[in-house]
């Protein structure tokens, strides 16, 4: 069978033997390369590593080897089990069935068939993994550690701000559900931008959802805080260092192997789904971060129950972005009446920046019981802040001070020399 040879191929070419028992993949699921997989099971335990593949294509003349596999695990896993069903019906119905229809009356007959068909059901409906037995994978954790050592800058995505960089343990790890909260208006989406610019500046395939903005709004901004072009003259065609911009054009092509892809209002005709987002990462698997501007502006499924609805989306987020190892930023507006009651001015009647708190959250408490993290943000008149609301490192309630200028794509900590 191909697939019993693709799925133990791709395992030896990985060295990963271990993801096998997450999806529950044992000796009894295998037919033609059952002694392959007992092999490679045995060579893992005494040795505590994956074999060489020629070490098995030696061994078992029956043993297909499939080099690059593109197919994931957990496609190859679930389609193992489809097909050992498959065989399980089969044999229940040729063997024991008519076994058990001669010796039974007929109401064990039906019971014991009842019984076993939903027993086989059971488990071609199973969606969930078998989980990781902490008491006995220390090998698979040591292979954890060293990939820690060797990809740790592969594994965690900087911010655009050092400290931020550093409060949150790294940046942005792979996998996280990350919300950015702000007031409306504020420069939430700039924040935003920038986050996946920079992302994308230190070797990160971005995808980048803008619901509200169309596609050449979107691209204008990054391009700002990419490259420093005025905004407004951008926009407007009028940039003094036309030269200048046209030549750093030049450098986006076929070259940059690493993606940035904007979906904005025209790419969405019915809108921002999870059902979208995952097609997207399924289609683009170099993919590593996720922006969603605009948690109100996806499409939360029918209904009348808003609020359960979001609750669905949200929690739909963060298995997507635990599924397909992507750090998922979703950006988030707290409503009007929360500002108001925050706000506040100085003695000179000036507004007072403070970012909202974790309880400003509008719509659904799911919104800041789902994320790994928690920015909040707030601007005024150039003075901005970022408040680590909600984070794994012990860093919850540092401010990042920030100076800003949307216009020229100048968003900097305040502590950072002024490059205005």
Known sequence: MLLESQLLSKALDEKNFYVLKQYNINESDFGIQKPAYEFIRDYVKEYGETPDYRTVVGKFEKFDYQPEVSDTFPYMCRSLKSAVTKRKSFELLQKEAGKNFKTMDGTAFINWMVEEAQAIQKVANSSSTTGTNIAVNGAERKEWYNENKEKRSFSFIPTPYPSLTKWLGGGFE????????????????????????????????????????????????????????????????????????????????ETNENPYIVKTMEDLPDGLTVDVIEADLQMHPNVQMVIIDGFNLMSHGKGNNLRNNMTTTSRQLRQVFGRYQVAGLVIHQTTGSSEKEKKTEDDDGLRIVSPPKLTDYSESVALIQDPATILTFDQFDGVGKISVEKAREPSVGNCLDLHCDFNRGYITEALVTDQF
């Open 174 to 253: 792979l996998s996280d559900y990350i919300l950015l909260m702000a007031f409306t208006n504020r420069g939430k989406t700039w924040v935003g931008t920038q986050f996946g610019q920079t992302a994308w500046r230190n070797g990160f395939g971005v995808l980048h959802y803008s619901p509200e903005l169309n596609k050449k709004q979107t691209t204008y901004r990054w391009e700002t805080l990419d490259g420093h072009y005025n905004n407004v003259d951008l926009r407007r065609g009028e940039l003094e260092n036309e030269e200048e911009y046209l030549k750093y054009l030049e450098g986006f092509n």
